[in-house]
């Protein structure tokens, strides 16, 4: 037992001993939990007693004794300049000063926080005191320390101007050729804050180019890297010298540094885009397309073969970006990338496969030799990884694998997050769309995942993909809608189960069997809260009004809810009970014989073919069809603001007849709905789009004015200014924003004479900005007239101009001008309006019309000071402004229609024109712009934009407007390059 007290050392283990040690535990313990009471040593400092402190700097010997001291002082005061709590200007001129006595002082670390404080606070200190320290700076760039120098060279790049640079610009060559490779980074990084700090540092810096030059060749290989970064900065503009210096560092390979060849090698790829976009290079395959893309090419090539992983990841990058690649150039980035695979490193892991599911985008079949190693990446520990090697196997496998795929993913799918999941799903909505086969075991695997556990996100993208398959993939309607009744029988999220239960009433009624979906649409409204019930409700009314042959079960369900707690859901209830009873009234159903149904089915015939069973539609007319079908022909927000620019126009209330949607006034698609538009048609990959039911919450938006509102104002009054009921309180703030039209409606006599405003044009400049009046035209068309209103601004200091005119040359048999309204004076710097008021032949045919335009006013000397009249009265004057040109597209309101094609066919055929054009554009992009600029038309069903990756092939863009006079207007428009339709 004397052999087990022994300690290591060999001395017994005593009582005290024990104690001790338990003592020294416990004082462990103690001082571990109290570094998890730490509190900053910063915190809660005052300025003041920080200031006391920084007097310390004008001792000299506590300078040298207590260095230590003074860099904690230091660092307070950098605290406090980076808290928001800054130096006034004394206080920072005296610590300013204070700080430059610690020059001298020899501590290192001393010296690198002075470095540091004046770095941080030169551009808030005032730059005469800054100034004050360049000597001792200078005299540190020109010691032996190489701490000093290099340290001094980064402080001095902050606070030297042009002409300073000039007097140490002898010593910054040297130093960036210095031996020293501290010193040399600091010189080159210095140099290359001067570049971009002004114009004249840069005219400086580009006569080093010789030394950076030489730098390139220096063993260090950071010194190689700021090197290369400034050489190319320097030469950045001139193509011809980034070719010379990619074509002599890639051909002698005598640069060392990976990070140096990264960025040759970013260099080369960017020669390479400039020649494809710039069209020097041939079609066909990157290789060879130009001399300069077959050496890039060559070189970057060479690159995947580099011992870095940094230089061959970058290589294989930048080919698999590469402008016109083909599959065979592609081909060795992707064996490299393969190998990364299996790099240890999940950092090279995830950059390999981010970058291999890009290729998988445009190139599957080129990233299909991967899959082997996608598939072992599937279980990998980093999530991203595993993700990516899944949506890109989603991408590349054959419809062979899908099955054994989804097994694979069914159990990935359980262990990770939300986010992950959402990303799995929009690659199984494209791998539906390219295999459609598939549609039953891929809409069957997202429809069971919608019952399993998840955020309001993810079962939001499953209901979304399974909605955009449904629309692209036909097949998938029937079995789609069931999968998604099972889901709201159990759905926790009311959004979700309101926007399925509005599809259900939108596609249901289609279906071969439309009756099966009554119950689980009836369960909602038995089980749910108001909102789901209210939405089942009106899901019910649109199943009966599309057919007929429900109507009866559907009212006697819906009567059920006439007693209903909640007023919304009781309303709908009683209103769908309403028509559909009307409905029966008009027009009762009448069941077919059942011989006609069978001799139908037997024959496999038409419905609506001779001797066949009549088809389940309501009439045209029928009642419950056009409250609970037809659409309206505008959003309820359209129609607020079209009601508002009604009430706005003189004399509306002495209107005779009803108030319909023919007799209120057209308005235009503002931007927030253009923009809402246009993202409509966006790819599935940018996330689902569910119809109908509240959308997800969206930032609020504005008000928007009827931009004629102000034409029918009385005395100059703002419409809407104040409101029934007191002014809002957001108003001050609208005021701020000046209406473009505010001015002209302030004259009764336009609201008088030129009647309702159709649509207001934007603003269109008619002189330089910089001109001496600045003019500019506002277009508001009516139906008969077309009202010009001239916005005039004096910018000449010593003049007022009176009657300010602008006589508007209307040589035309389409346009007449019916008069004038003149701004009555315009002082210096303000802005006013006059109009013109052109008749329009009503008829004659619509051309664009050139109008010659001068400006004729008064001028009047003032005193620039006081603003009273000088000398005798004014003189007339007169100045030539642009042409004004009135195009066809300013008579057409940009409105866009909720069914494109149901309104294509509702319209007919009657009055349709069919033309072909010739446009002289290179990039269909530019065409397409064109054509709707040209049209003045909204582009509708999201086809403003081109479709991702259908470069070359024809785009067909949608547009819809309303012509002056309120004549719907649609075009179908097929844009395609030359040689391809």
Same mark, same amino acid.
Request: hydrophobic share 40%; charged share 25%; aromatic share 6%.
């Given at each position: 037992?004397?052999?087990?007290?022994?300690?290591?050392?060999g001395?017994?283990?005593?009582?005290?001993?024990?104690?001790?040690e338990?003592?020294?535990?416990?004082?462990?313990?103690?001082?571990?939990?109290?570094?998890?009471?730490f509190?900053?040593?910063?915190a809660?400092?005052?300025?003041a007693?920080?200031?006391?402190?920084?007097?310390?700097?004008?001792?000299?010997?506590?300078?040298?004794?207590?260095?230590?001291?003074?860099?904690?002082?230091?660092?307070?005061?950098?605290?406090?300049?980076?808290t928001?709590?800054?130096?006034?200007g004394?206080?920072?001129?005296e610590v300013?000063?204070?700080?430059?006595?610690?020059?001298?002082?020899?501590?290192?670390?001393?010296?690198?926080?002075?470095?540091?404080?004046?770095?941080?606070v030169?551009?808030?200190?005032?730059?005469?005191?800054?100034?004050?320290v360049?000597?001792?700076?200078?005299?540190?760039?020109?010691?032996?320390?190489?701490?000093?120098?290099?340290n001094a060279l980064?402080?001095?790049?902050?606070?030297?101007?042009?002409?300073?640079?000039?007097?140490i610009?002898?010593?910054?060559?040297?130093?960036?050729?210095?031996?020293?490779?501290m010193?040399?980074?600091?010189?080159?990084?210095?140099?290359c804050?001067l570049?971009?700090?002004?114009?004249?540092?840069?005219?400086?810096?580009?006569?080093?180019?010789?030394?950076?030059?030489?730098?390139?060749?220096?063993?260090?290989?950071?010194?190689?890297?700021?090197?290369?970064?400034?050489l190319?900065?320097?030469k950045?503009?001139d193509?011809?010298g980034?070719?010379?210096i990619?074509?002599?560092?890639?051909?002698?390979?005598?640069?060392k540094?990976?990070?140096?060849?990264?960025?040759?090698?970013?260099?080369?790829?960017?020669?390479?885009?400039?020649?494809?976009?710039?069209?020097?290079?041939?079609?066909?395959?990157?290789?060879?397309?130009s001399p300069?893309?077959?050496?890039?090419?060559?070189?970057?090539?060479?690159?995947?073969?580099?011992?870095?992983?940094?230089?061959?990841?970058?290589?294989?990058?930048?080919?698999?970006g590469?402008?016109?690649?083909?599959?065979?150039?592609?081909?060795?980035?992707?064996s490299?990338l393969?190998?990364?695979?299996?790099s240890?490193?999940?950092?090279?892991?995830?950059?390999?496969?981010?970058?291999?599911a890009t290729?998988?985008?445009?190139h599957?079949?080129?990233?299909?030799?991967?899959?082997?190693?996608?598939?072992?990446?599937i279980?990998?520990?980093?999530?991203?990884?595993?993700?990516?090697?899944?949506?890109?196997?989603?991408?590349?496998?054959?419809?062979?694998?899908?099955d054994?795929?989804?097994?694979?993913?069914?159990?990935?799918?359980?262990?990770i997050?939300?986010?992950?999941k959402?990303?799995?799903?929009?690659?199984l909505q494209?791998?539906?769309?390219?295999?459609?086969?598939?549609?039953?075991?891929?809409i069957?695997?997202?429809?069971?995942?919608?019952?399993?556990?998840?955020g309001?996100?993810?079962?939001?993208?499953?209901?979304?993909?399974?909605?955009?398959?449904?629309?692209?993939?036909p097949?998938?309607?029937?079995?789609?809608?069931?999968?998604?009744?099972?889901?709201?029988?159990?759905c926790?999220?009311t959004m979700l189960?309101?926007?399925?239960?509005?599809?259900?009433?939108?596609?249901?009624?289609?279906?071969?069997?439309?009756?099966r979906?009554?119950?689980?649409v009836y369960n909602?409204?038995?089980?749910?809260n108001?909102?789901?019930?209210?939405?089942?409700?009106?899901?019910?009314?649109?199943f009966?009004?599309?057919?007929?042959?429900?109507?009866?079960?559907?009212?006697?369900?819906?009567?059920?809810?006439?007693?209903?707690?909640?007023?919304?859901?009781r309303?709908? /209830?009683? %209103?769908?009970? &309403?028509?559909l009873?009307?409905?029966?009234?008009?027009? *009762?159903?009448? !069941?077919? #014989? @059942?011989?006609?149904?069978?001799?139908?089915?037997e024959?496999?015939g038409?419905?609506?073919?001779?001797?066949?069973?009549p088809?389940d539609?309501?009439?045209?007319d029928?009642p419950?069809?056009?409250?609970?079908?037809?659409?309206?022909?505008?959003?309820?927000?359209?129609?607020?603001?079209?009601?508002?620019?009604y009430?706005?126009?003189?004399?509306?209330?002495?209107?005779?007849?009803?108030?319909?949607?023919?007799t209120?006034?057209?308005?235009?698609?503002t931007?927030?709905?253009?923009?809402?538009e246009?993202?409509?048609?966006a790819?599935?990959?940018?996330?689902?789009?569910?119809?109908?039911?509240?959308?997800?919450?969206?930032?609020?938006?504005?008000?928007?004015?009827?931009?004629? /509102?102000d %034409?029918?104002? &009385?005395?100059?009054?703002r419409?809407?200014?104040d409101? *029934?009921?007191? !002014?809002? #309180? @957001?108003?001050?703030?609208?005021?701020?924003?000046?209406d473009?039209?505010?001015?002209?409606?302030?004259?009764?006599?336009?609201?008088?004479?030129v009647?309702?405003?159709?649509?207001?044009?934007?603003?269109?400049?008619?002189?330089?900005?910089?001109?001496?009046?600045?003019?500019?035209?506002?277009?508001?068309i009516?139906?008969?007239?077309?009202?010009?209103?001239?916005?005039?601004?004096?910018?000449?200091?010593?003049?007022?101009?009176?009657?300010?005119?602008?006589?508007?040359?209307?040589?035309s048999?389409?346009f007449?001008v019916a008069?004038?309204?003149a701004?009555?004076?315009?002082?210096y710097?303000?802005?006013?309006s006059?109009?013109?008021?052109?008749?329009?032949?009503?008829?004659? /045919?619509l051309?664009?019309?050139?109008?010659?335009?001068?400006?004729?006013?008064?001028?009047?000397q003032?005193?620039?000071?006081?603003?009273?009249?000088e000398?005798d009265?004014?003189?007339?004057?007169?100045?030539?402004?642009?042409?004004?040109?009135v195009?066809?597209?300013?008579?057409?309101?940009?409105?866009?229609?909720?069914d494109?094609?149901?309104?294509?066919?509702?319209?007919?055929?009657?009055?349709?024109?069919?033309?072909?054009?010739a446009?002289?554009?290179?990039?269909q992009e530019?065409?397409?712009?064109?054509?709707?600029?040209?049209?003045g038309?909204?582009?509708?069903?999201?086809?403003?934009?081109?479709k991702?990756n259908?470069?070359?092939?024809?785009?067909?863009l949608?547009?819809?407007g309303?012509?002056?006079?309120?004549?719907?207007?649609?075009?179908?428009?097929?844009?395609?390059?030359?040689?391809?339709?």
């Open positions: 037992m004397a052999e087990n007290e022994e300690q290591e050392g001395q017994p283990l005593s009582m005290q001993g024990i104690l001790r338990v003592q020294d535990l416990a004082e462990k313990f103690k001082d571990e939990d109290a570094g998890e009471m509190v900053s040593p910063y809660n400092l005052e300025k007693a920080v200031l006391q402190e920084a007097r310390i700097f004008n001792d000299s010997q506590a300078v040298r004794e207590s260095p230590r001291k003074c860099c904690t002082v230091i660092a307070q005061l950098l605290h406090l300049q980076n928001g709590q800054f130096l006034s004394t206080e920072a001129t300013f000063f204070g700080v430059t006595k610690l020059f001298m002082s020899d501590d290192a670390s001393l010296r690198r926080m002075v470095y540091l404080f004046i770095k941080e030169a551009e808030t200190c005032n730059p005469d005191d800054v100034i004050i360049t000597s001792s700076l200078t005299k540190d760039m020109t010691c032996d320390v190489d701490l000093y120098r290099a980064r402080v001095l790049t902050r606070i030297v101007d042009a002409a300073m640079l000039g007097a610009e002898r010593y910054v060559k040297q130093a960036v050729v210095d031996s020293s490779g010193v040399s980074s600091a010189a080159l990084v210095s140099a804050h570049f971009h700090a002004a114009p004249e540092n840069a005219a400086i810096v580009k006569r080093w180019i010789s030394e950076t030059t030489e730098a390139t060749a220096s063993p260090n290989e950071m010194v190689q890297f700021h090197a290369m970064q400034l190319y900065q320097i950045a503009h193509r011809l980034i070719s010379k990619v074509q002599q560092f890639s051909q002698r390979n005598s640069l540094s990976p990070m140096a060849i990264v960025l040759l090698v970013r260099y080369t790829a960017k020669l390479m885009h400039d020649e494809v976009h710039e069209g020097r290079a041939q079609p066909g395959s990157i290789q060879h397309a300069m893309c077959s050496a890039g090419y060559a070189f970057l090539e060479s690159s995947l073969r580099h011992k870095s992983e940094l230089v061959s990841y970058e290589a294989a990058k930048i080919v698999c590469l402008p016109q690649a083909e599959p065979q150039d592609l081909s060795p980035a992707v490299v393969q190998m990364s695979l299996s240890p490193k999940p950092a090279v892991r995830f950059a390999a496969m981010k970058t291999l290729v998988a985008h445009a599957p079949r080129v990233v299909a030799k991967c899959n082997e190693d996608l598939e072992s990446l279980a990998d520990s980093n999530r991203s990884v595993a993700t990516l090697a899944i949506t890109t196997l989603l991408k590349t496998g054959s419809e062979n694998s899908i054994r795929l989804l097994k694979q993913i069914s159990s990935f799918l359980t262990d997050a939300d986010e992950y959402i990303t799995v799903v929009r690659s494209q791998l539906c769309l390219t295999y459609p086969s598939k549609h039953r075991v891929i069957g695997f997202l429809s069971n995942f919608l019952r399993e556990e998840g309001f996100e993810f079962k939001r993208s499953i209901v979304g993909g399974i909605v955009s398959l449904m629309r692209r993939v097949e998938t309607t029937e079995s789609s809608l069931l999968h998604l009744c099972e889901f709201i029988e159990d926790e999220f189960s309101t926007q399925i239960l509005n599809l259900l009433g939108d596609m249901g009624p289609s279906t071969s069997a439309p009756a979906y009554i119950r689980f909602r409204v038995i089980l749910e108001a909102a789901v019930r209210a939405a089942a409700v009106s899901a019910l009314a649109k009966a009004a599309k057919c007929p042959s429900l109507r009866s079960s559907v009212a006697t369900l819906l009567r059920r809810s006439l007693v209903d707690e909640d007023d919304e859901t309303d709908r /209830a009683a %209103v769908a009970v &309403r028509m009873d009307l409905a029966m009234e008009k027009y *009762p159903y009448v !069941p077919p #014989p @059942e011989d006609a149904v069978l001799v139908a089915a024959e496999g038409d419905d609506d073919e001779e001797g066949g069973a088809k539609e309501p009439h045209a029928d419950a069809s056009v409250a609970f079908i037809d659409q309206m022909p505008m959003s309820f927000d359209k129609l607020e603001r079209s009601l508002r620019a009430t706005a126009a003189p004399g509306w209330e002495d209107a005779s007849g009803a108030v319909t949607f023919a209120i006034p057209i308005v235009e698609d931007a927030e709905e253009i923009r809402k246009s993202s409509h048609g790819d599935i990959d940018e996330g689902p789009i569910l119809p109908g039911g509240p959308a997800p919450e969206e930032p609020e938006e504005k008000e928007v004015k009827d931009p004629a /509102a %034409v029918y104002a &009385r005395g100059g009054h419409r809407g200014a409101p *029934p009921g007191g !002014p809002a #309180p @957001e108003e001050p703030e609208e005021k701020e924003v000046k473009p039209a505010a001015d002209v409606y302030a004259i009764p006599e336009l609201a008088g004479s009647g309702r405003v159709f649509r207001t044009s934007p603003a269109v400049e008619l002189t330089e900005p910089e001109a001496e009046y600045v003019v500019r035209c506002v277009k508001h009516c139906d008969e007239h077309v009202v010009l209103q001239f916005q005039v601004q004096n910018t000449i200091e010593d003049q007022r101009l009176d009657n300010v005119t602008v006589q508007v040359d209307a040589d048999d389409l007449e008069g004038e309204i701004a009555e004076r315009i002082k710097g303000d802005t006013e006059c109009f013109t008021v052109l008749q329009r032949n009503t008829e004659a /045919a051309n664009p019309s050139t109008f010659a335009c001068e400006l004729h006013f008064s001028v009047v003032v005193d620039p000071t006081t603003g009273e009249e000398g009265a004014g003189f007339e004057e007169e100045y030539p402004i642009e042409d004004l040109e195009a066809t597209s300013d008579f057409m309101a940009k409105v866009s229609v909720p494109f094609r149901r309104a294509w066919e509702t319209m007919g055929n009657g009055h349709e024109v069919m033309e072909k054009f446009l002289q554009f290179k990039k530019e065409a397409v712009k064109a054509v709707i600029d040209f049209l038309m909204q582009p509708c069903d999201g086809t403003a934009a081109l991702p259908a470069a070359g092939k024809p785009h067909m949608h547009l819809s309303v012509f002056v006079g309120g004549r719907s207007v649609l075009a179908r428009a097929q844009v395609a390059m030359q040689g391809e339709g």
